[in-house]
């Protein structure tokens, strides 16, 4: 029989979770009045757990977020003392973490190799004779010698493991750092680890990638709310987990978790947001308010000048005929059979996109559009162009989820969006679909207007959209454009998922924001630029028709409620944001409308809702 390595004998393991008397001015008077004291709330992360791991195997465990697992490790590793029970181990433990445990961002990578290995209990001859090695298998010989704090998360995981599985040592537990790194590397890994366990080592790993986790381990630990659910064959837990997941997904209560009920504000806030509206107001009574929302206003325009300006830049104006198939041209006053683009082409879409910080939520949001892209496969050719600034960080976040990735400086944002639309250009796309790196839209809204650019519509876009505030855990509907200062813009589309069409991309020369130096209002500069070439916000009856090659073309900037195209798009909202959840609700209140999370649950997949749920505060 296989030596224990790791006896695990009924463990529990309780953090304090405490609410501080003091806080905000408003919360120490109430806790004041209320005579509250600090109070300590203990968290049971570990409840009950036991287990026996043997030598020679390669174990996993799996879990939801905040199940235990990675406190489990920890607690195995001698991190974590158990309030409860007791943990028995024999021989060496390395554990390899995520964070990096164990190492320094101000020394080189060279000198984390012997830190680390000084940690795991190995003297500096030891490593010496290991160091060649443990570069060569990291890949980083170009990088050795350069501060950690220049290396990417990946980078960091890559020699952590490179170190943790050259040196011998009996138990060796992996958290969450199977994805890291290039197809090479990762199967690199598989060998390493394997080799360990013929050597007869003991591995337990910590991973969501399931493939992976069935391929590689002898048996399976589902963690459930701190305490082990069932042990068995890999295959056999997996199907249970996935059972179980689909179940609790629909068994959480969203409705508890995200209400209908306003938010309360701190006082300072409140004193904040009426101020505010109070100047909006004034902005509005003194024809301001234009100035205040966008840098470059565009001046009132007549018709007859807008008339001009389309004929300038597009040539002889055709007017639509309602529930026809004819137009007429607006100076000949003569008809003439419209000639629709060809309904039969497969359009090349591309989703353009510009990432920065807030690592979690841009995972999210672009395995989204690479989950989209696949479904969509045998109607739209959907290609994914994202513009990052953080390097390794970001390229290594982009092209996990398949995006074509570009690295340009963060500011102004102006330049980055224009850099991102050049970019498109390689790709020779049919439309640019504009999303935040915070934006979710579904596949109804995509296939709508994948129709609609066949039928000539040259811009395209939404005017409201869903928000998801994931500080407050509040969902809500904001309606577009309107009241105070946004009045002028009622017609307008938003910001998010704006569509442009190759021919006005080609008139544009791919250049939107021009020089304008700026990295807010860039959605009202766009709509300023779109006027310039005769392109107004306009409703589908009004819309003018101009003739390119033959074939014609709505010029025109036109937007749709989501509820009428059975569509769905949503911004979700966290601490880092160019544009807060505050912003709209100091904008006009009563432009946002709160819903419950069955609305949410109706939208969007059990995974993606569990994923955004798991943000909180973070980032």
Known sequence: MSRMNVDVDNITIQFPKIKPFFGTIENSISSFLKMEATETDDFVALDGVSLQLFEGEIVGIIGKNGSGKSTLLRTISGIYNPDKGTVRTKGQISLLARLGIGFNVHLTGRENIYLYGSILGHSKKTMDGLIDEIISFSGLALSIDKPLRTYSSGMKTRLSFSVASAVKSEILLIDEVLGVGDYDFREKSKI??????????????????????????????????GKIKAIGEPKEIIDIYKTTSKLKAKEIDLTKLITKEKPKKRLGKRIWHNLNLFLLLLLRIFGLSEWASTKIPAPKTSVHKKNEIIQKHWGEIFENIPNTDYVIDKRSRRITKQKHVEYNKTNTIVILTCIWKRPKLTRIVLSHYRALKKELKDVINLELVAVGSEGEKSKNICEESGFNYFEYENQPMSEKWNFGLQMTKKINPDAVIIVGSDDLIDKNLLEFYDKKLKQGYMMLGIKDFYIYDAERQKLAYWRGYGKLNDAHRMNETIGLARCLSRSLLDKLNFNIWNDLNISRNLDGAMTTRLKEVGIYPVSEARMPYINLENQ???????????????????????????????????????????????FLASKLNENTITEIMALGNEE
């Open 192 to 225: 390493r680890m394997q080799e360990m366990v013929d050597e007869a080592a003991t591995v337990v790993i910590v991973s969501h990638s399931l493939p992976i986790l069935e391929q590689m381990c002898s048996r399976l630990i589902l963690i459930e709310d």
């Open 552 to 598: 014609l073309y709505g010029a025109g900037h036109l937007g749709y409620k989501l509820k009428e195209i059975e569509g769905f798009a949503i911004d979700i909202k966290t601490k880092t944001n160019v544009t807060s959840f505050d912003r709209y609700l100091a904008r006009d209140p009563d432009s946002i409308e709160y819903l419950d999370g069955d």
